[in-house]
């Protein structure tokens, strides 16, 4: 059986994070597992009482779900960051909360972004209500290693919605010539072109010539901020592979990752790559 752990502390965050853990654990058959993490030495035993399993099935049923999983709360001692990656190394999900537009420096959510095994889900407590489904994964790419896997993930997922598949890939326009600097116009032109085939090659390699879902592709000229923000606006959820970018990383202050769960109205994944998860 497949496990989610959720990060919980009685935050509009963490019951943010719940929720969405519990619509996911539905649709996948999941249990779920709610870990409350203390920083003091203190033993508790933490249930679900009915009133609360009561408030979680009305919230869920008002999301159109169908159907509660199984679900199971624990209290750990220590640091919650380390805590939860620890624990979440066998699950399949580790799911946090994290208040929209808020800092994430130094706390739990950022943690889990840069340390996890487990794939991560970031869901944002106060962004915009957003009741309608789009039927639509949205992933980032950068023709690497470390994308190929989020979009192998990227594909299950929309799979298992019944959803789109969004495949987003920001370029730049990158002179080589003093002619390219003179003919910007015609530069952009013949890179976008390139740009394009080389995304649609590299999903076809990844993928295989008979997706099982159906796919869009985007070569979009402009930074990858900007670029997965667009396509997340449109998404039910934004996937990204937890290395790449690092050049944006520095130029930012921060991993692209952690700047899109500050501003992504939709949760988003954030892959580890192949050789960092469980075997």
Do not use: K
């Not at 750990?76 to 620890?86: K, R, S």
């Not at 929309?158 to 920001?170: C, I, P, Q």
């Not at 670029?227 to 991993?255: F, I, K, Y």
């Amino acid at each position: 059986m497949s496990e989610i752990v959720v990060g919980t502390d009685g935050t509009a965050a963490s019951r943010e994070a719940l929720l969405w853990s519990l619509e996911q654990a539905v649709r996948t058959g999941s249990d779920v597992t709610a870990l409350f993490v203390w920083r003091i030495p203190l033993e508790l035993e933490i249930p679900f009482d009915f009133e609360t399993i009561s408030s979680l099935r009305e919230d869920l049923s008002r999301r159109d779900v169908s159907g509660f999983p199984q679900i199971t709360a624990a209290s750990l001692n220590g640091n919650p960051g380390p805590v939860l990656v620890e624990r979440a190394r066998e699950a399949d999900l580790l799911v946090v909360g994290a208040r929209h537009h808020t800092d994430l420096r130094g706390s739990v959510s950022s943690y889990c972004l840069h340390h996890s095994r487990t794939p991560v889900v970031v869901v944002p407590s106060d962004a915009p209500s957003r009741p309608e489904l789009r039927r639509r994964v949205a992933v980032g790419v950068n023709l690497t290693p470390e994308s190929a896997v989020a979009l192998q993930w990227a594909s299950r997922e929309a799979r298992s919605r019944d959803a789109e598949l969004v495949v987003a890939h920001a370029w730049q326009v990158a002179p080589s010539s003093l002619s390219d600097l003179a003919h910007h116009a015609n530069t952009q032109r013949v890179q976008e072109e390139r740009a394009d085939e080389d995304l649609r090659n590299w999903v076809g390699d990844v993928l295989g010539p008979a997706p099982p879902t159906r796919v869009q592709m985007h070569a979009d000229h402009g930074g990858p901020l900007d670029t997965l923000l667009n396509h997340a606006a449109e998404a039910d959820l934004l996937v990204l592979g937890s290395r790449g970018h690092r050049a944006l990383a520095r130029l930012l202050g921060g991993s692209l990752s952690a700047q899109l769960a500050l501003h992504s109205d939709c949760p988003i994944v954030v892959v580890p790559p192949a050789d960092q998860q469980r075997s």
